[in-house]
């Protein structure tokens, strides 16, 4: 991958395709979580699709302290700038979902339309939330602060993604589980904190008019359902979609069915006509 610097760090970022930028911003936990999506041809032989690592995760580098969203969309911002992207397509999964939204709320000019994969907010106080809390977050944060960094990750992540996760991550990405350990600081120690922080409701929905394609998994866990649901009865220009044989680990499990229904809704909301990454030199 190549770097990029961003505000005194650097960041890892690759780029593939031709066509109207997309900027995917990855989920917490996985730093590669989108490399199964960027190698379908659905995508990059009709856009130019940017997948970076963000601060702390894999080789980007990591600050110090209490790293907010708001933080983690100005890097957005700023590396798409660095590459000479104006404006893009954005796409978020879990926690980076919201960062995607605070994007649109903070630099609306930036995004053309988004794509919201499972999101990890907003969350209602309801049951369904208080159970995810009680089953997967806390025992979690337990596992993390007793210094049981690989028992805090499979915790969240069979909590998250469903008992059978790790057939199906090890498969399409072998080395995951064990980044995920190197970078359980990033998430639990600065992420975690920052999305129960993030502050979302129906008045900031209201303010983002770019359409918006919310997606969950067949086999999702109902936290997620159940965002979906506040986001399409909040956003005021949105669709659904349910992507088949997949758990929150969506386009891992199903990358070919993610990429063609992402290829399609960006294709209904098209960029005016500008010059490509490819004009530019990347």
Same mark, same amino acid.
């Given at each position: 991958?190549?770097?990029?610097?961003?505000?005194?760090?650097?960041?890892?970022?690759?780029?593939?395709?031709?066509?109207?930028?997309?900027?995917?911003?990855?989920?917490?936990?996985?730093?590669?979580?989108?490399?199964?999506?960027?190698?379908?041809?659905?995508?990059?032989?009709?856009?130019?699709?940017?997948?970076?690592?963000?601060?702390?995760?894999?080789?980007?580098?990591?600050?110090?302290?209490?790293?907010?969203?708001?933080?983690?969309?100005?890097?957005?911002?700023?590396?798409?700038?660095?590459?000479?992207?104006?404006?893009?397509?954005?796409?978020?999964?879990?926690?980076?979902?919201?960062?995607?939204?605070?994007?649109?709320?903070?630099?609306?000019?930036?995004?053309?339309?988004?794509?919201?994969?499972?999101?990890?907010?907003?969350?209602?106080?309801?049951?369904?939330?208080?159970?995810?809390?009680?089953?997967?977050?806390?025992?979690?944060?337990?596992?993390?602060?007793?210094?049981?960094?690989?028992?805090?990750?499979?915790?969240?992540?069979?909590?998250?993604?469903?008992?059978?996760?790790?057939?199906?991550?090890?498969?399409?990405?072998? &080395?995951?589980?064990?980044? *995920?350990? $190197?970078? #359980?600081?990033? !998430?639990?120690?600065?992420? +975690? %904190? @920052?999305?129960?922080?993030?502050?979302?409701?129906?008045?900031?929905?209201?303010?983002?008019?770019?359409?918006?394609?919310?997606?969950?998994?067949?086999?999702?866990?109902?936290?997620?359902?159940?965002?979906?649901?506040?986001?399409?009865?909040?956003?005021?220009?949105?669709?659904?979609?349910?992507?088949?044989?997949?758990?929150?680990?969506?386009?891992?499990? &199903?990358?070919?069915?993610? *990429?063609? $229904?992402? #290829?399609?809704? !960006?294709?209904?909301?098209? +960029? %005016? @006509?500008?010059?490509?990454?490819?004009?530019?030199?990347?």
């Amino acid at each position: 991958m190549q770097r990029a610097p961003i505000d005194g760090i650097e960041l890892e970022y690759e780029i593939r395709g031709t066509g109207e930028p997309v900027v995917l911003i990855h989920a917490g936990v996985c730093a590669d979580f989108f490399r199964p999506l960027i190698e379908q041809r659905a995508l990059t032989s009709r856009f130019t699709v940017l997948r970076y690592h963000r601060s702390g995760y894999a080789g980007s580098d990591r600050l110090p302290g209490a790293v907010s969203l708001a933080q983690q969309a100005q890097h957005c911002r700023k590396l798409m700038r660095h590459l000479g992207i104006e404006r893009a397509h954005v796409v978020g999964h879990s926690s980076s979902a919201s960062m995607a939204l605070q994007l649109a709320l903070d630099a609306p000019d930036a995004v053309h339309s988004l794509a919201l994969l499972d999101a990890a907010r907003p969350a209602a106080p309801s049951a369904v939330h208080l159970q995810m809390v009680k089953a997967v977050v806390e025992p979690a944060l337990e596992r993390y602060r007793a210094g049981d960094k690989p028992g805090a990750v499979e915790t969240w992540m069979r909590g998250v993604c469903g008992p059978d996760y790790r057939a199906a991550l090890d498969q399409a990405l072998p &080395n995951a589980f064990d980044q *995920a350990v $190197a970078d #359980a600081d990033t !998430f639990f120690g600065q992420e +975690l %904190p @920052a999305v129960t922080q993030w502050t979302f409701g129906h008045d900031e929905a209201a303010r983002i008019a770019q359409p918006a394609l919310i997606v969950t998994g067949e086999n999702s866990i109902p936290t997620f359902r159940e965002r979906r649901d506040l986001l399409l009865a909040w956003l005021p220009n949105v669709e659904a979609f349910e992507l088949p044989a997949a758990t929150h680990l969506l386009h891992v499990q &199903n990358p070919g069915a993610m *990429a063609n $229904a992402l #290829a399609a809704f !960006f294709s209904r909301h098209p +960029l %005016p @006509a500008s010059p490509g990454l490819s004009a530019l030199g990347h």
